[in-house]
Each structure stands twice: as C-alpha cells, then as structure tokens.
C-alpha cells in the first residue's frame, strides 16, 4: 500500500469512528477500518482493466443485442449515447467481441483503401495483442487472421495468420476515420467496416452470413459501475479466464471476498454491503490519483500524460516491470481508457487536462476558453473532447460533445488558431466553437492529434492550458 492511500484509509477511519454522519455520507463509514474492507478496495483497484472489459460485454450483448462474433459499428458520429471510456467524437467506430473457448475465431480484414484506419486486437485484461493498419501487423494490406485459444497446440492452418491469445475472451476495436463529413466519404468508411468479418474456424468452409448492427443513435452503455455489481462482474469474468501466475496472490485474497474459481459467488446482505462501500472508496481513490498517476506534457502545463507512459508502452501495456506489477497505474489508465495501441503514438496521441492552472478541477459551473495555435502537429486533423470526471465517458445528453479540425463550421482566427468554448451555453456567435459542460460536475478534456508529427514530441509546438473565461 503506498503512502497516499495508507493516509487515507487512516483518515478515514479516524473521521468515520468520530463523525458517523459525515462517514456514512462519504460513503466511507466502516469500509477501511477492517482486513476483509480494505481488502475489498484494493480487489476493486487490482480489477479494473477486466471488469472494464466485462462492462463492455455486458454492452454488447444487452443493449446492442450481439452474439460472440457479431460487429456492432457506429455509421455515424458517435454522440453523448455512446457510453464508453473515453471514445473520439470524429471515427466511425467497429466493436466486436469473441471467445475462443470453443476453437479457434477467424478474423479477416479487408485492406485499407482510401480510409483513414487504424485498429487493435485486446484480451480480456485489455493488454494490446497487435494493431492492424499502416503502421500495424498487416501494414494495411489486410488479411486472414487466426484467433487462437490459451494453450492451442500446433500451428494455423494455410493461409491465416495465427494470433496467440492469452485469455478465451476478447475484441477488438476500429478507428474508421472518413476523410470528410460529406456523404461519399462516410458511406466509403462504412462500406468498409462491413467487409471485416469474424467467425469460428469450425465453421470456415460455410461460414454464416456475417452480422452487421449500427447503433448509431442508441444508448450504449459499457461504463462500470462503482457498486457492488462490480465484485458481481469481476467473479463472472474471473471464472472464465486461466488465472495467470501473477494474478495467484490476489485470487488467494479474493476468496476472503467469497470469489473463487469453484463455487457460485454468492455474497450475503452484510457482504454485499461492506463491497458496496469499497467499490465507492476504489473510486474516490482511482478518481484522486490522476495527480499522482500525471506529468505535464510541457513544463508548467496542465496538459498532461500518465507517468511513465512511453515504459508502459515498451512493456505492451501489461504494467509489468522487473520488480513489481503497477497496479495503481494501471487502474487509472483502464478507469479512463481502453483498447489502448500496442505502438504509442503510431497513428494517434492524445493529452488530457483535468485541471485549472491554480489545481482546480474542471468545473461546470464555469464557462472556459482553449486557443488552439495554428499549425497542429497532426497530419490528419486534431479534436477536442470533454468527459465526465466521475465516469470517464461523454457527459450524458450532452448535446455537443467535442469538435475537430474537419468541422468547417467552426470559426478561425487570422492567424489560424481556433478558439474552442466551454460551457452550459454557448457564447452568442460561436456556436459552432461550443462543447457543452455540465452544471454541478467536474469534467476533464482530452486533446487529440490523429497522425501526429515530430514537432509535437519534440516539443516545439505547446499549446495553452484550458482558461477560465
């Protein structure tokens, strides 16, 4: 445990036994004061990259209503329905799960041709398998990939590429970005996705008629509840993954919990209560850490990247080093992220500013300014974005959820900059240069940069810190 989050628990403590009230609403009353409480906490940090996964299952097959292989896509522009981490406002995204309990998942992918691509394959713990595009395992040229099972012996058949899964579940995500808004480059980008094709090898020589669902416009919602339904989804997915050898001290620790590999979890009232409490005190502290888990991009700036990114990369995001598994580390990335590159900063790069210059979160009781310069180190085009800080996804029933460099619509300076604004309402005359923050909340933005070029990481190009207007 380190030193922030023992301070924590201690001050909690101290305050609950002190000020019932006030503990029971924090919702921190008992939750750290006992082994099998604060053991609780640590479960829910430990499995956040899985359980993040399963809530985007959950997802799919509910409000999607897909079966294993089916391809859920987006035909246009994801808006404030889209309930997932983190996702762009500008790529028409393609979503698919798979489990290879069963045998071994054929995935084939058209080639690239005259769409802005990227994409990448994750395992259940949402570590980056490979990347498919320009700059991926294919080099855009497409093909026929094998999926194989934990443990599968021998090799593919002729004519696949084989990919070796670590765990049964799976998916993976793709970036269709258009070149334009106008009508034939977008129906270009969706005739695409609805050549990719995924099914089991058993069924290769007859293949059912693939499904394609467009739940453009419908809510779907994979963001993971800080409840006790999320011990519920943990021990669901848990049960239907080996368990790895670094993972074994913690599955020793999750069966305080009433989580194992070989009986039903089924917790009681007061269990089901102090999990609650432990899942909300993950939240706090996950949501807490982003000061501890972020550095400035340029020196001074609130702009920022996780600590340590560029050796997580290295590692294949796994947040294995020689000496330890980063666990804290990698509970914020997968609580504001997923389907994370296997290549950082190949085909995109984005930064995230959650805080005014003084420290100050991101208010929606405020109005906000960010001047972007001219000249973004982004062949493709850039795009701003705002979150909700409590969940990491868009802000629900927002009506504008960030804008990008290809929206005509959008005012320029002389000099080239935009001025993008931030708030309830937008300012009169610069509508088409508003994105919509909540009153009473807290959010954070993310700034990205599609194609990014070299004068972003050396630096030589800064952009200013959001503003309070």
């Not at 246009?76 to 393609?94: E, G, R, V």
């Not at 416009?217 to 519920?232: A, E, H, N, P, W």
């Not at 001074?300 to 340590?308: D, E, Q, R, V, Y």
């Not at 580390?329 to 003084?358: H, N, P, V």
Request: charged share 20%.
């Amino acid at each position: 445990m380190n030193l922030r989050r023992w301070f924590l628990c201690c001050s909690a403590a101290l305050i609950g036994a002190a000020c019932p009230a006030w503990a029971q609403q924090q919702g921190t009353a008992t939750q750290i004061s006992g082994p099998v409480e604060r053991r609780a906490v640590e479960a829910a940090i430990w499995g956040i990259p899985i359980v993040n996964f399963e809530a985007m299952r959950e997802a799919y097959f509910r409000d999607a209503g897909a079966q294993y292989n089916d391809i859920v896509y987006w035909s246009k522009n994801p808006d404030a329905k889209m309930q997932l981490l983190t996702p762009n406002t500008t790529s028409h995204y393609a979503y698919a799960n798979f489990n290879t309990r069963g045998g071994p998942v054929v995935f084939e992918l058209p080639p690239f041709e005259g769409v802005g691509m990227y994409h990448n394959l994750a395992d259940a713990w949402q570590v980056p398998v490979v990347d498919f595009g320009p700059n991926g395992l294919d080099r855009g040229k497409g093909g026929k990939f094998l999926l194989l099972p934990p443990g599968h012996k021998g090799d593919a058949p002729a004519g696949y590429t084989p990919i070796r899964m670590p765990t049964y579940n799976g998916y993976f995500l793709l970036r269709s970005n258009p070149k334009s808004q106008a009508a034939r480059d977008v129906a270009q980008a969706n005739d695409w996705i609805r050549k990719v094709r995924l099914y089991p090898l058993a069924d290769a020589d007859a293949p059912r008629a693939q499904r394609y669902i467009d739940v453009s416009g419908k809510l779907i919602d994979g963001v993971v509840r800080m409840d006790q339904s999320y011990f519920t989804r943990l021990a669901r997915i848990l049960a239907e993954e080996p368990v790895r050898p670094i993972d074994l001290p913690m599955m020793g620790m999750l069966r305080t919990l009433g989580i194992t590999h070989d009986r039903p979890f089924a917790p009681d009232a007061a269990l089901t209560a102090t999990l609650d409490l432990a899942a909300r005190q993950a939240h706090r502290e996950i949501v807490a850490s982003r000061t501890d888990q972020r550095q400035p991009w340029w020196p001074g700036s609130k702009w920022t990247i996780a600590k340590n990114l560029m050796e997580a990369a290295k590692g294949g995001f796994t947040f294995e080093v020689d000496d330890s598994l980063l666990i804290d580390q990698r509970a914020y990335t997968f609580y504001i992220a997923f389907a994370l590159s296997a290549k950082l900063g190949g085909a995109t790069f984005y930064l995230t500013q959650y805080d005014e210059a003084d420290g100050t979160p991101l208010s929606g009781d405020h109005d906000y300014v960010l001047r972007v310069p001219a000249d973004v180190p982004a062949e493709q085009f850039w795009a701003a974005t705002v979150y909700d800080m409590d969940s990491a996804s868009f802000l629900r029933e927002a009506p504008v959820v960030g804008l990008d460099s290809n929206d005509r619509r959008m005012k320029r300076n002389a000099d080239g900059s935009v001025d993008i604004y931030f708030g309830a309402t937008p300012p009169r005359g610069a509508e088409a240069n508003w994105i919509y923050v909540r009153p009473g909340g807290t959010w954070f933005a993310a700034f990205r940069f599609y194609g990014p070029t070299p004068r972003l990481f050396d630096k030589s190009w800064a952009m200013p810190n959001i503003e309070r207007r």
